[in-house]
C-alpha cells in the first residue's frame, strides 16, 4: 500500500523440513547386585532428546530357595565322655543349632559355622538334645532334619547292701541301689570269707537274683559269716561292684541236760 492508497500482492511459499528423527538416548544405571538381607537401593538413570521425567521405582525383592541339603544328620547315641559328631552335606554357610530339655527352641551354637558340628565329650545333661544345621545361601536358608542325642550312663552304684545279725529260720533281703543305663542285676556270695565270689542261683534259701534286691528265706546256722554283693552292669562300660554285706547267724542256746538238785 503506497500514500495514494494503491496496493499489490504477492506470496511467498515456505517448506519446513524436519530434523533428523533419531530417537531419544536413555541410561538406566549401572548393574546392582544385592546380597540378603539388604532389600533396598537407589537407581539413578538419564535421558537426552527429551525432557527429564523423574519416577520413583519400587523393587521388590523375594527370598528364593535356599540350599539343597543332600545327607541329613544322623541321630547318635553313645556313653558319657565319649565323643560325638553332626554332619551335613550341601553348599552355602552353616549354622548349628540346639534344642534342649529346658529350652525347646532351636538356639545358635557359638562358633559352630562348619558343615560337621563335634562335641568332644558328651555328657549325660545332654542327652535328649537336638541338633540341626541352618545352611544359607545369596537365595535364603534351608533348615536340616533335626538329629537327637542320646547319652547312656555308666552303672555306678548309690546304696550298698548293709551287714546284718539274724537269728537262724529268719528271713532278710540284701538290696543295692545303682543308676545308669539298662542295668542288669548279678548277685555273688563268698562262703570263704570275701576269697572267692561265685553268682547265686534261685533256688532253695535265694530267690530275686537278677533284679536289685535279693530275699534269703530261711536262714541257716550254716550261713553264718557269708558275704554278699552285687555285681552292676548295663549298657555302658564298666560294671559297678557293691561293697560286701555281711550275714551273721546267731543260734539259740539249747539245755542238753538238767541238774539234779539234791
Known amino acids: 500500500t503506497d500514500d495514494d492508497g494503491a496496493v499489490t500482492r504477492d506470496t511467498v511459499k515456505i517448506t519446513v523440513y524436519p530434523f533428523g528423527n533419531k530417537p531419544p538416548l536413555a541410561n538406566a544405571g549401572m548393574d546392582i547386585v544385592l546380597t540378603l538381607p539388604v532389600n533396598n537401593t537407589t537407581i539413578t538413570g538419564s535421558a537426552t532428546g527429551a525432557p527429564n521425567v523423574v519416577r520413583n521405582l519400587t523393587y521388590t525383592i523375594n527370598p528364593g530357595a535356599g540350599p539343597v541339603i543332600g545327607t541329613q544328620p544322623a541321630a547318635q547315641t553313645v556313653c558319657a565322655g565319649s565323643p560325638a559328631s553332626f554332619t551335613v552335606v550341601a553348599t552355602g554357610t552353616y549354622q548349628w543349632q540346639v534344642s534342649t530339655i529346658a529350652v525347646p527352641a532351636f538356639t545358635n551354637i557359638p562358633s559352630a559355622t562348619a558343615a560337621t558340628f563335634n562335641i568332644a565329650s558328651t555328657t549325660v545333661a545332654q542327652n535328649g538334645n537336638q541338633y540341626r544345621c541352618v545352611v544359607s545361601s545369596q537365595c535364603g536358608s534351608t533348615n536340616s532334619n533335626a538329629a537327637t542325642l542320646t547319652v547312656n550312663s555308666a552303672p555306678a552304684i548309690t546304696a550298698n547292701p548293709q551287714s546284718i545279725t539274724l537269728c537262724a529260720s529268719s528271713n532278710h533281703t540284701f538290696t543295692v541301689g545303682a543308676t545308669g543305663t539298662a542295668l542288669t542285676y548279678v ?13 547265686i542261683v534261685n533256688g532253695g534259701v535265694y530267690s530275686g537274683q537278677g533284679t536289685s534286691s535279693l530275699t534269703l528265706t530261711g536262714i541257716t546256722a550254716g550261713m553264718n559269716t557269708y558275704r554278699y554283693r552285687c555285681v552292676v552292669s548295663g549298657t555302658c562300660p564298666s560294671p559297678a561292684t557293691s561293697t560286701a554285706a555281711i550275714l551273721t547267724v546267731e543260734t539259740s542256746v539249747g539245755i542238753t541236760s538238767q541238774h539234779a538238785s539234791s
Open 187 to 199: 548277685w555273688e556270695e563268698s562262703t570263704n570269707g570275701g576269697g572267692l565270689y561265685t553268682p
